[in-house]
């Protein structure tokens, strides 16, 4: 069975500070995952994607994700945060052979000034 | 170029009427999958084409929900008799091939509240 858990609903931080959104995934094969992130009234626009090749994936506006299968985690980072970030943001895993989404419950990442 | 459009944006409905939602994929994506974002439920699978397959229909939740795809691209989700749990956004998204891995794109959604 697949399955993707993001473990914060709400995540704040300050302007300038670090971002870690944090995904864990159950697959029952070799997954692929991915984050989306949506912005208010705005369609899911995709940040990267891990298809089995490098484990550290570099994704637009500075985000990055590592995939860890020891830990089966896929965790979203960001060195520093921009009041443009705040969003809800999207852990996806697919099987091996099928591209059918599943989604995480989301992460809405809030950025204080 | 463009990208996957859906229509209508914005659907108020009374409870036992049908409704029709249309997505336009991205122009030479065979794949295309519908998804509905419930408030507190989360983005859910509903179904999937691919090419001239037979879709894939195990996400949708009830037999009053049905989808076709013509001619390989424009597709349309019909709900019959909506009940007010239907109320959502309903997301279309395309894909290249439908391959693993392959990125989906997605349309802006249609919104769908039944009164």
């Known amino acids: 069975a697949q399955s993707v858990t993001q473990l914060d609903s709400h995540v704040s931080v300050s302007e300038g500070t670090p971002v870690l959104l944090r995904c864990n995934y159950s697959s029952s094969y070799s997954p692929s995952l991915f984050w989306y992130v949506q912005h208010p009234n705005k369609g899911l626009q995709l940040l990267l994607k891990y298809t089995s090749a490098a484990t550290l994936v570099k994704g637009i506006n500075g985000f990055e994700a590592e995939f860890k299968k020891s830990e089966t985690s896929f965790h979203l980072t960001k060195p520093s945060a921009h009041m443009s970030d705040a969003a809800e943001y999207f852990c996806?895993?697919?099987?091996?052979?099928?591209?059918?989404?599943?989604f995480g419950s989301g992460t809405k990442l809030n950025v204080k000034p | 170029g463009a990208g996957v459009s859906q229509s209508p944006s914005n659907k108020v409905t009374e409870k036992g009427k049908d409704v029709e939602l249309r997505c336009d994929p991205i122009s030479g994506h065979t794949a295309l999958y519908w998804y509905r974002q419930s408030l507190g439920q989360g983005l859910e699978f509903l179904i999937y084409f691919q090419g001239n397959s037979a879709p894939d229909k195990s996400g949708l939740p009830s037999d009053r929900f049905s989808a076709e795809r013509t001619g390989g691209s424009v597709s349309t989700l019909t709900i019959q008799r909506t009940q007010q749990e239907d109320s959502a956004v309903y997301l279309c998204?395309?894909?290249?091939?439908?391959?693993?891995?392959?990125?989906?794109?997605f349309g802006p959604g249609t919104r769908l509240l039944v009164l």
């Open positions: 998204a395309s894909s290249l091939a439908g391959g693993r891995g392959e990125t989906q794109y």
């Open positions: 996806v895993v697919t099987v091996y052979n099928f591209n059918k989404f599943y």
